[in-house]
């Protein structure tokens, strides 16, 4: 096969992105360029990440269960106390390593976060992994407009200032590898991780002024009504009923200041807006480079929309981590408070659990659980010369370990040790054949699914059960009723932990709260 005629790969990673945000799964923020990918090509209502941002990326781009690839919370390192180093183990391959030898050209835009060193480089690093080029940074967050921790390679980049947008820069970025690539008649692999819409909630002040008003319905109605358009759109049906309101989060005719919170969701969604017009500049670079019809672009999710409150409770020294003031000046202000208006670069503030619960309709909980709030993805594949099931809603259950054996199998790279399954035939038109269970484990949060039957429970709690097939929202636990299939998926899921290498959360407990992460 001539380099030419290889397929591309793009695959664009949103950051904290809730399973109903865009708008082709149900969402009302505005995403005409993720809409149109969908409609020319497939939706996949049940793919799951692992409930985290750094776990799903290690799982992503090696094709392995996070805790086999020495990130099983985060990136901080816990080896010296018995727990994850938090790096990316050296002898697993990542994706772009594979996809290198076998002639691609290799671009990352955007977030890496999966080295606990984030100061110099070392084996872990993205340009050090297999990537040709790498612009962005390094840990889990930093500012959209001033960032900190800018990278250009292995070159430390200034502090932005002026009309800087963290977001379009790394959009620019990947365009410009699209353009290069294309020109030098090479197969490339672009992987586009975007920090949107992670907190802090930072945005142009017109981004955020074209939402005006849509949030002042709250976040009951609009939960309903994004669940009457998933309805719509095939995206969920009568097994996914529309959980109650989170039960800490009070109706919004309650509310104590509604504006303030309308001004965190609008935030929210013009960071997502605004990832959604980076994205459509990717594909138009691959338009003008007469690439598109032979480029699978993939995009989905990380993990579930994020509940957690700024400053984080459990993290004492979070304002040591931010920067007091903004580089003309300004003093920083952080946290979620009314009198902080959130959007401008001298803010650090987060949206919430009421709209992290919007984000997530029809599910319950979030970020860091794996009950389905926390694990489902909105999923979208487009190859317009590869015979995908076009304008097509897929339910076949997958989950990251699946993404590396897709690629492989679309680029002819050889993938005999990866632990996932090929969704390509599934993305063609043909049923799941493979049966293959699904596992997951997060900071105690553990869950298992075979078929219809999911088992999943909080750290330190019984296994639970639910009937996916009938009730995907997870609201009636079947656990006492069937406690031979709780018994069977438990016992496989014991033994996939021990295989992976899953250290129980008792031990590691008191080293991550002692230690940090």
Known sequence: MTPAARTNIVVILADDLGYSDVGCFGGEINTPRLDALAAEGVRVTSFYNTARCSPSRASLLTGRHPHQTGIGVLTDDHSPYGGYPGTLRADVPTVAERLKEDGYATCLSGKWHLSSN???????????????????????????FHPGNLWHGERRCPVPEGDFYLTDAV?????????????????????????????????????????????????????ADRHRRMRELGIVGTESALSDRDPTQPPWRDVADPEWEARRMSTYAAQVQRMDAGIGRVIDALDEAGV???????????????????????????????PSRTPDGRAMSIGNRPQIRPGPADTYTSYGRAWANLSNTPFRFYKRWVHEGGIAT?????????????????NDAFQLTDILATICAVSGTPAADAAGVSMLPTLRGAPDQSDHPLFW????????????????????????????????SELIDLADRRPEVVADLAARWDDWARSVGVIPWEKLRGIVSAHGG
């Open 378 to 394: 909105p999923f979208i594949a487009s190859w317009p010369a590869g015979g995908l099931a076009e304008r097509q809603v897929v």
């Open 118 to 144: 984030t100061a110099e480089p070392d084996h872990s690093w993205p340009t050090r992994r297999g990537f040709d080029e790498f612009y962005g940074i390094m840990p889990g967050a930093d500012s959209y």
């Open 171 to 223: 959009s620019e970025h990947a365009a410009g590898f699209v353009r290069s690539a294309a020109r030098d008649e090479q197969p490339f692999f672009l992987y586009l991780a975007y920090t949107a819409p992670h907190w802090p909630l930072h945005a142009p002040e017109s981004d955020i002024q074209a939402y005006e008003g849509v949030y002042d319905r709250g976040w009951d109605e609009l939960r």
């Open 441 to 472: 484990e997060h900071v105690g949060n553990a869950a298992a699914r075979a078929g219809r039957w999911k088992i999943v429970r909080e750290a330190g709690r019984p296994w639970e059960l639910y009937d996916m097939s009938v009730d995907r």
């Open 292 to 322: 598109r019809e032979n480029t699978l672009v993939v995009f989905l999710s990380d993990n579930g929309a994020c509940a957690e409150e700024l400053p984080p409770p459990n993290a004492p020294h979070f304002h040591r981590r931010q």
